[in-house]
């Protein structure tokens, strides 16, 4: 597998973000994208030694 940088964690990290901030996003809207933030964590720390979880969850905008 390919290591993943923290370039590519801020991409997904800021799409994420942006979803939540999005106007017509509705609570279960939100609800789904914080669930997709942590489903990544539970990913994205296999791919990376220096994974720092609660840095991405605040970089999602999501609360832990």
């Not at 801020?10 to 996003?25: N, R, S």
């Amino acid at each position: 597998m390919t290591t993943m940088t923290r370039q590519h964690f801020a991409l997904i990290a800021g799409t994420l973000k942006d979803e939540l901030q999005h106007v017509a996003c509705g609570e279960d809207q939100r609800a789904m994208v914080r669930s997709v933030a942590h489903a990544f964590v539970r990913t994205l720390h296999r791919t990376n030694p220096n994974f720092n979880r609660a840095r991405f969850l605040r970089a999602c905008g999501v609360e832990e």
